[in-house]
């Protein structure tokens, strides 16, 4: 991976818009403090010569990390913030890609790296943007192009070109090619990109000079034309080493004399120390990276440096089981997976297939790894044709009902026949009730005494009570109804057992006065008889002395 040093950041005001500027290695970058529509950010960025920032790698958002963070101070860390990534009206959203079907706005328009924060909306007809923030940790989200945001422009240089040190009696400003205005002398870059041109004055007085370097390309390094000349007479080895990379020597009458190291060179600013390129007649292979003692050679991805030190050796990366249980296939720098049946290929690697998103089965679907399977709901059953079609139950045949049933889609449906309704259980039948019920014996045996009391007319004084019938025939009446009708009943039986009980008392005591005269008639008639009205009784004694008579005069 390429080390990006974030090299300084400074705060150009300008009107009303707000500029961060930031410049690495590579390009600088832009934050906009404005907001815009996506196509507005865009327009404004390409005219100046520059594009939307991206981030196709993880350099490239420790960049714009860099850039947001040093614009805390103006609490934009909740604030979103576009970047050059959109899906255009006529493209679907692509979910099987590491971008989802986006694209960059600038080449190239494809990136294997991704950070999406959520889930971009599935879509085809509408153009979708991207924006990211500091809250979220730079993680992509989706949005309508229509919305506002701040924006990141991105200017790629073909090298950058280091300050020009002066003394304090000159000065220089410095004009970028990206910014309508001059950067303020009291703001600076460590680093300026090929185009920016500087204003220098040597000196404050009647005569003082001027000189106008550029940042260019000079024998394959960047530096200043015509440095040479610019203030060396006011330059000092005592004021940051009289701008001199390495060894700076005072030389009177003419300035400083700047000096390189072994194995660099002095560059034709006189000021500036490149390395020497000893990669030019190097035996490597693939890549030469020129050293402070010579060279080293490296290998491009997917190959590793043979023992030779020169030569690059593919790398199998099947045998490190890349591809899990899937074929893997080889390739010169890379490899693919072949996916099993079930499994679709996803950023290079093998992913299930969820087959229930999509319409598989008539009814009921349940994915499983690699495959899928489908079941029907109560009162259906697969079809013996295709497994995925439900047909439905008869359940007529298994005669559920007591006596007519019809099938429905699902389900059954029970009915009877004349002078028959269905019982509450939905299958059973009984007679259909007639005006007057007939009392049935009831398990409640209390109950029952009850209900035939209520049909019996009552009388107690001059007035008729005549109980109301109770209905025997639900036998699930609500309890409360129930309680209700017992509590009428027991009175109802009080008042009869009041009108019952002194009816007996009278019959008793007329039985009692009936025997009681009876008696008395007797005992009056035996008293009324006389002496001439007796009649002797044998006692029985006279039996016996004639008996004993007559066994002594034998």
């Known amino acids: 991976m390429m080390r990006i040093l974030i090299l300084m950041c400074c705060f150009v005001a300008g009107g009303t818009n707000r500029v961060i500027t930031t410049c690495t290695a590579e390009a600088c970058l832009t934050l906009h403090l404005e907001e815009k529509h996506f196509e507005k950010a865009l327009e404004d960025c390409v ?46 959203t692509d979910f099987t890609k590491e971008l989802r079907g986006f694209r960059w706005t600038s080449e190239p328009t494809d990136s294997k790296y991704s950070n999406w924060n959520k889930k971009p909306l599935s879509t085809c007809t509408e153009k979708r943007c991207v924006s990211i923030s500091l809250e979220d940790g ?26 020009i040190v002066l003394e304090k009696t000159s000065s220089v400003t ?39 370097p550029v940042c260019n390309n000079i024998n394959g390094n960047f530096g200043w034309t015509n440095s040479e000349r610019v203030c060396a007479r006011n330059r000092s080895c005592k004021r940051k080493n009289g701008g001199c990379d390495h060894f700076c020597f005072d030389t009177p009458g003419e300035g400083v004399r700047c000096k390189c190291r072994e194995h660099y060179y002095l560059m034709d600013d006189n000021v500036s120390c490149a390395l020497k390129n000893n990669c030019e007649s190097s035996p490597c292979e693939s890549k030469c990276i020129p050293t402070a003692t010579g060279f080293s050679c490296t290998c491009a991805e997917g190959f590793h440096l043979a023992e030779d030190k020169v030569s690059c ?26 996916c099993k049946p079930g499994f679709r290929l996803v950023a290079g690697k093998c992913e299930d297939v969820d087959e229930c998103t999509e319409p598989r089965c008539q009814q009921g679907c349940l994915n499983s790894q690699g495959s899928f399977s489908c079941y029907c709901h109560a009162g259906y059953s697969s079809s013996l044709n295709d497994s995925r079609t439900c047909v439905d139950i008869d359940e007529c045949i298994q005669r559920p009902c007591e006596d007519i049933c019809l099938n429905t889609l699902g389900s059954f449906k029970c009915s009877c026949r004349e002078n028959f309704i269905l019982a509450r259980n939905g299958i059973s039948c009984v007679p259909v009730p007639t005006e007057k019920p007939q009392s049935t014996q009831s398990p409640d045996n209390r109950e029952a005494f009850i209900t035939k009391l209520g049909h019996l007319p009552v009388t107690f004084g001059p007035t008729t009570i005549k109980t109301p019938a109770l209905n025997n025939t639900n036998s699930k009446t609500d309890s409360s109804k129930r309680k209700e009708s017992f509590l009428e009943s027991y009175w109802i039986l009080v008042c009869v057992l009041g009108s019952v009980i002194p009816l007996i008392a009278i019959i008793v005591l007329m039985s009692v006065f009936v025997t009681y005269r009876l ?11 006389t002496a001439d009205n007796y009649c002797w009784v044998s006692s029985g004694l006279d039996k016996v002395q004639k008996k004993s008579s007559i066994q002594l005069n034998d």
């Open 519 to 529: 008696k008395s008639s007797r005992k009056a008639a035996l008293k009324n008889a």
């Open 313 to 338: 050796v593919d790398i199998n990366e099947c045998q490190q089981h890349t591809c899990g249980e899937h074929r893997c296939q080889n390739t010169p720098g890379s490899y693919f997976c072949e």
């Open 47 to 92: 005219n100046t010569g520059g594009n939307l920032v991206t981030m196709r790698n993880e350099n490239e958002l420790q960049s714009i990390k860099s850039v947001l963070s040093a614009a805390e101070e103006h609490n934009i860390r909740n604030s979103k913030v576009w970047i050059g990534l959109e899906l255009l009206k006529s493209n679907c």
């Open 174 to 212: 410095y004009n970028v090619p990206f910014l309508d205005e001059p950067l303020n002398p009291n703001e600076r870059l460590a680093m300026l990109p090929h185009g920016t041109w500087a204003e220098i004055q040597c000196g404050r007085s009647e005569n003082a000079e001027y000189f106008a």
């Open 138 to 163: 730079l993680g992509w989200s989706d949005g309508s192009c229509r919305e506002r945001a701040f924006y990141i422009c991105k200017f790629r240089f073909k090298g950058m070109c280091k300050p």
